[in-house]
């Protein structure tokens, strides 16, 4: 049998076991098998002729956009508009085949947004250019799953989620919060911090034996799920924001446009009116975790005309690192000017975290 034949099999029979205490651990048992599985459809093919079957876009800027979701919702559409960047847009589907990259400037940032084919159920099984497409998503900061305002597409982008979840993309889910160490002996140490509800020391006993781990110190600080223990196992999960993003508002009603607006993650917008991009771009820049940090030398003002772009929660040593590669080595204190001070300016050492539009004068020894 196939490893697609196999995967099916299974989930047919996930689908058809009830879920209830009794089928608990053969459940959780599946689930290790189906996520082994899938995990071996990610490796590369070895009979593939290899060369030229990725989209191999160099990655540039200070971010990177993914732009995924079914045929003709309007991507290509959306990359032309945001960037300098033309994508051919047309009423059929697949009119996109591969890559194409663009840069949107925002708030002195260079955010790379990649315009994609479109993809379809089955995508992850290898169906259209779906593997491509997916492994691109991987490599990205947020992805924006674009969806068809007028085909009541809340249900629809269900099934591209699922289509990334089954290929190790989180979307939207914090990492689990599980201690995981593998040992050389001493077999399995299980502890958790709170009473479980979800999962059992019994289950994690039958998990880790179908992945063939006999020794391991194991503990749960949250009440996490059999699936997300299977997650930390694994190890390859990617952790990642995602936007909803509705096209096409400018055909269905207002009341429509409200309610879909009101979807966690969720923004409408049209790309043929420009309705509603504005906001678009400030959740993405919420979503990338991006900040402006200013740099000020002694005696002059701040340099407000090119901002450091960092990640939230940088720290004065990461900074230093962006400006030059031996800063920190030879930093004595760095004053800072912004919120995350209580004074302006305040002295500060390295380990101090800066927030957004901070501005920062480092002082060397
Ligand atoms: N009414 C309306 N039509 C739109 C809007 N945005 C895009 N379209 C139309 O939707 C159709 C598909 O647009 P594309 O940009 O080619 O869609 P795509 O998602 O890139 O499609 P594929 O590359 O085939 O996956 C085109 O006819 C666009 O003119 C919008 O905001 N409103
Ligand atoms: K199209
Ligand atoms: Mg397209």
């Not at 708030?107 to 994609?116: C, P, R, V």
């Not at 089955?122 to 991987?138: D, E, L, T």
């Not at 209580?342 to 101090?352: D, E, F, I």
Request: net charge positive.
């Amino acid at each position: 049998m196939g490893i697609l034949e196999k995967i099916s099999e299974i989930e047919k029979e996930i689908a058809r076991t009830q879920k209830n205490k009794a089928t608990e651990y053969h459940l959780g048992l599946l689930k290790a098998k189906l996520a082994k599985y899938r995990a071996q459809l990610l490796e590369p093919s070895k009979t593939a002729s290899g060369k030229g079957e990725g989209f191999d876009v160099m990655k540039s800027g200070d971010a990177r956009v993914a732009l995924i979701g079914f045929p003709s919702v309007g991507k290509s559409t959306f990359l032309s508009l945001m960037t300098s960047t033309a994508s051919e847009a047309a009423s059929y589907e697949f009119t996109t085949l591969t890559c194409i990259p663009g840069v949107i400037e925002y708030k002195g940032a260079n955010i790379q947004l990649l315009d994609l084919p479109g993809i379809i159920e089955g995508a992850s099984q290898g169906k259209g250019r779906g593997r491509q497409v997916i492994a691109v998503a991987r490599t990205a900061d947020v992805v924006i799953m674009m969806l068809d305002a007028t085909k009541g597409d809340v249900q629809r982008s269900v099934l591209l989620e699922k289509e990334l979840e089954s290929v190790g993309i989180r979307l939207n889910k914090p990492k689990p919060n599980i201690y995981f160490k593998p040992k050389k002996g001493g077999g399995i140490s299980f502890n958790s911090t709170l009473p479980l509800t979800q999962c059992s020391e019994k289950l994690v006993q039958l998990i880790l034996h179908e992945y063939k781990i006999f020794n391991a110190e194991i503990l749960f600080r949250e009440d996490s799920s059999a699936d997300e223990f299977i997650d930390v196992i694994v190890g390859n999960r990617v952790h990642m924001p995602c936007l909803y993003v509705y096209n096409k508002i400018d055909q269905i009603s207002l009341e429509e446009v409200d309610r879909l607006a009101r979807e966690p993650h969720s923004v409408v917008i049209s790309c043929e009116m420009k309705l509603n991009l504005d906001y678009l771009m400030e959740m993405l820049w919420e979503y990338l975790a991006l900040i402006c940090i200013y740099t000020k030398k002694r005696g002059e003002r701040p340099d407000f005309s090119g901002a450091i772009i960092m990640r939230r929660a940088a720290s004065v040593e990461h900074v230093c690192h962006r400006i030059h590669r031996t800063l920190a080595s030879h930093f004595k204190y760095a004053l800072v000017w912004g919120t995350s001070t209580k004074y302006s300016p305040q002295r500060v050492g390295l380990t101090h975290v800066m927030e957004h539009e901070d501005v920062i004068q480092i002082v060397k020894k």
